[in-house]
């Protein structure tokens, strides 16, 4: 392949940027700047903490100090991930499992995006059906009854036990109905639920126990950590958490196989098998409709490295706690201070993740402090059954005393182990000097003694832990270590009850009948398919040091995002820039950056209000989020096939299948090929209905001089490492015109929230938010995204010129020419497909099979297709499409290389 000069073409969007922030065509300010910037002081399990930095002299969260200790670990870690060439549900997010698995006593530790997720794939496996009611507390993060209502399900609500802030057993006990399946106990800011009280009125009502122990990493009871009590439990690692990342994360912890094995394929798109850190081993069929839920492996190398300094850093929080206890227990205007329910001597412990207080007159109180730059949050201020998202559930009469209570009096001050004692008596001089000032006061409130059903217990004092007790707990083994080294002596002891000696590798999937990998969010692997006697590759089909070029300068980025003073680790200003860029570039009114392309559908559709009784028409070949999302919304996927030639879906069989229900089109671009987005325009225009452009592979592509993601009402990009504009983990966006549809998205990207009020949910959201580090590495990259998809489309143009005289010998190329064309890989039409893959990996050229069984065949959607329906060009283009390497780092040698023996095969036929 002969080099020659070329001119940017003004047709390639994503190209250089306008930094300045800029308003649409009717003057309206658009983007992400009043979500990001008034969500700034926002703190929460899934929502960010109040930042750091000069405007707070105390800020409520930093990690900077800790970070830059740990640096040279972190940094190790990193380049092992850099090594590894693998950004995605790799091997550094194996290694995490194990060393989860060893920390916490779990025989599976299932790694995932965030604690959010983690619910919601923890009911699904459960077996959650429509309808069925969860019991959750009235008084916790949204997400613990967000994710029911995701799953599927009805939450419930229970009032609290004041002393704990967690579901009260006795309330429990009353608010079960025919309807409830499971009960979900939150364990919340420094204690655990009652779960022996709560297990009796599971087991007398015939309920599953999962427990949201998303705040409870190193909790635990009767030697047992917390989230292993019932079913199975939770793990966030949001930055703020006791052990946090980034970025967002999560875990799911259980001890049973079959559960474990379900939420293993449900992170990755549903796919039967051990898929982790696996590249050969992925089954080539989704077993249920899944999500993208996988943990990248940069959240990885952070939480091993963190980890390290786990105990320390709970013990530093006890005494922390107990100074501000010391402090603060005289001051009348404080009317109540954490207690702890953990008996030690029976290997319990208490781990402080958030020192909070209920305070008279506390919006006043939080004033106060932050105007003497003092950072606190207010954990929840409006109860679950009072928020605008559960309207609709029937709640408004029923009354929870004991959640409204705290959600009028409860405060966060500053707790992490960062801060020093000088600075915790800072806070309680400023707390007291604000009661000392103010008059009158109103009388201390009684302390409610916790009490545990059947039993009265006397409450250990007013502080979680003390310093002493800390100690005590380390040397009887209660208190474990995280590492893959060994187990913690309360792990050990329930082994020898009967539990494995290691934590257990998910059970083996049925074999599948041929390797794939993704093709939206990632885990398309470097290296020849399949063959056991593969010789060293020479031509990768994904290259593993595809960001090598960069890799000093990306690690860099994660420690200054780290460093960074504002410490806002998702959704910051670098999230905003990056917003920016691709507005300007594609010429678009907005752009939300989201979690991955998978959940871009998914709030695509949620935004549309595609639901329940609603159809989509999705092609019958492509990508197995094409049904699940719909499917995952309460939708139904109707198939389609596709065009025999571009294998994008055909739109006359579309309109074929457009009925009553119908309430959106979502074609896709597939390959090399974009869909005939105008015959799907006047489509959608002709039968009124909504246009979902699934554009995810088709950065930088052009139909006419309209760019990719500009044709429907939405589109959606992925960023997962191996796209056209990729990066180090997950991530995807939405595009749009339309600026309600855009500002529904932005909010259900958080949770709901609409960035004015925190922790005022409006809409039923998902967690689906870009990390920061993220968005540094794609503004350190952009400006030669240009060049990058540049050397794809010259190397596909010359694989065209060299194979399209092959038709004759079974061998179509996609159509020529560049309107409308996408590079994310090339994909040739072949009648003996399997044989030319063989040649080629005999010659060292490693190729990939995309979608060997069309989606209405595969066991996930199976039961949404018609008994007797056929799509029989997409079950052609499942036995015949094979895709050739066309990445940017290719040498012209090594593109000469695969087509010359594509060439001899054909001339041997």
């Known amino acids: 392949m002969k080099r020659k000069g070329f001119r940017y073409r003004s047709g390639f969007p994503f190209g250089h940027a306008d930094p300045t922030y800029t308003a649409d065509r009717n003057g309206v300010r658009v983007g992400a700047g009043l979500e990001i910037n008034s969500l700034a002081k926002q703190g929460s399990r899934d929502g960010e903490p109040a930042p750091g930095g000069s405007s707070s002299s105390i800020p409520f969260f930093s990690q900077a100090k800790g970070f830059q200790r740990l640096w040279p670990l972190v940094e190790q870690n990193l380049e092992r991930v850099f090594d590894r060439g693998k950004f995605s549900h790799g091997a550094q997010v194996a290694e995490w499992e194990k060393a989860l698995s060893a920390c916490t006593g779990a025989r599976y530790a299932i790694a995932v995006n965030s604690g959010t997720d983690a619910l919601v794939l923890l009911l699904r496996a459960c077996g959650l059906r429509a309808g069925d009611e969860v019991l959750v507390p009235a008084y916790s993060f949204f997400a613990t009854a967000s994710s029911v209502v995701l799953a599927g399900g009805v939450p419930r609500f229970v009032d609290i036990d004041p002393a704990t802030y967690a579901m009260d057993p006795d309330a429990l006990a009353e608010a079960v109905t025919p309807a409830c399946r499971f009960v979900m106990p939150v364990h919340l800011f420094h204690t655990m639920a009652d779960m022996a009280a709560i297990g009796e009125v599971a087991r007398a009502h015939g309920l599953t126990v999962v427990e949201d122990s998303a705040e409870a990493i190193g909790m635990r009871r009767g030697g047992r950590h917390a989230g292993l009590l019932g079913a199975g439990g939770v793990l966030s690692f949001f930055p703020s958490k006791t052990l946090g990342a980034l970025g967002d994360a999560g875990a799911v912890l259980t001890d049973d196989p079959e559960l474990a094995y379900a939420v293993d394929a449900l992170r990755h798109h549903g796919r039967a098998g051990h898929t982790l850190d696996n590249f050969p081993a992925i089954a080539t069929q989704s077993s249920r409709p899944g999500a993208n839920s996988k943990m990248d492996d940069v959240q990885a190398a952070v939480l091993l490295a963190k980890s390290t300094t786990l105990e320390e850093d709970i013990a530093r929080r006890a005494a922390l706690a107990a100074r501000y206890t010391e402090r603060l227990r005289d001051i009348p205007g404080v009317l109540r201070l954490p207690r702890s329910t953990a008996r030690p001597e029976r290997g319990d412990r208490d781990v402080f993740y958030v020192y909070l207080i209920e305070a008279e007159r506390r919006d006043d109180l939080v004033a106060h402090l932050g105007a003497h730059g003092i950072g606190t949050e207010v954990y929840y201020p409006v109860p679950l059954p009072r928020q605008p998202a559960f309207a609709g559930l029937g709640c408004r009469d029923r009354r929870f005393p004991h959640a409204e209570a705290a959600a009028g009096r409860a405060v966060a001050l500053p707790l ?133 070029a960069d890799r000093k300068e990306l690690i860099g980025l994660f420690r200054e995002v780290a460093l960074d003073p504002s410490q806002r680790f998702i959704l910051g200003s670098r999230t905003e820039e990056f917003e920016r860029m691709l507005r300007d570039s594609l010429g678009a009114p907005d752009v939300v950056l989201c979690g991955s392309g998978t959940s871009a559908l998914e709030l695509v559709l949620t935004a549309m209000e595609v639901g329940t009784g609603d159809e989509v028409v999705v092609p019958a070949f492509g990508c197995a989020p094409l049904a699940a999302a719909v499917v995952n919304v309460g939708g139904t996927p109707v198939f389609a096939d596709i065009d025999p030639h571009t294998m994008v879906v055909d739109p006359d069989d579309v309109e074929r299948r457009i009925g009553p229900r119908t309430a959106a089109l979502m074609p896709a671009h597939m390959f090399s090929v974009m869909a005939d987005m105008p015959r799907f325009t006047a489509l959608a225009r002709r039968h009124g209905l909504r246009l979902v452009e699934d554009s995810a592979v088709a950065q930088g592509a052009v139909l006419g001089s309209t760019p990719a993601g500009l044709w429907g009402d939405a589109g959606v990009f992925s960023f997962v490492q191996v796209k056209s504009c990729g990066m180090p983990g997950e991530g995807g966006a939405v595009v749009t015109r339309d600026p309600r549809l855009a500002a529904r998205v932005r909010m259900l990207r958080n949770h709901g929230q609409d960035g004015r009020q925190r922790f005022v949910h409006h809409l039923v959201g998902r967690n689906s938010r870009f990390d920061e580090v993220q968005a540094a590495f794609q503004l350190h990259r952009f400006d030669a995204f240009p060049e990058r998809l540049e050397r794809r489309a010259r190397i596909a143009d010359y694989y065209t010129e060299r194979f399209a005289p092959l038709a004759g010998q079974g061998i179509v190329p996609p159509p020529a020419g560049r309107d409308g064309r996408c590079y994310y890989v090339y994909t040739l039409l072949v009648e003996e497909r399997d044989a030319l893959r063989a040649h080629l990996d005999r010659a060292g050229v490693a190729t990939h099979v995309y979608y060997p069984l069309p989606l209405p065949e595969q066991a996930a959607f199976a039961p949404y297709a018609p008994v007797g329906e056929q799509w029989p060009r997409a079950r052609a283009a499942a036995a015949r499409a094979l895709s050739l390497p066309v990445h940017h780092l290719l040498s012209d040698a090594e593109v000469e290389h695969v087509a010359d023996s594509v060439c001899a095969f054909a001339a041997g036929r």
């Open 416 to 548: 992490y182990p960062d801060l020093g004692t000088a600075e915790i008596d800072r806070v309680c001089e400023v707390v007291a000097d604000f009661y000392v000032r103010q008059a009158p006061r109103a009388p201390r409130a009684p302390e409610v003694p916790h009490t545990r059903r059947g039993t009265a217990e006397e409450v250990r004092g007013e502080v979680g832990i003390e310093v002493g007790d800390v100690a005590a707990a380390e040397r009887t083994g209660t208190a474990g270590r995280m590492g893959t080294a060994g187990r913690t002596e309360a792990a050990g002891r329930t082994e020898a009850a009967g539990r494995t000696e290691t934590a257990d590798t998910l059970p083996a999937a049925p074999e599948a009948d041929d390797a794939a990998a993704d093709d939206r969010d990632a885990d398309d692997r470097a290296g020849s398919v399949g063959a056991s006697h593969v010789p060293p590759v020479r031509v990768e089909f994904f290259p593993r040091k595809l960001f090598e």
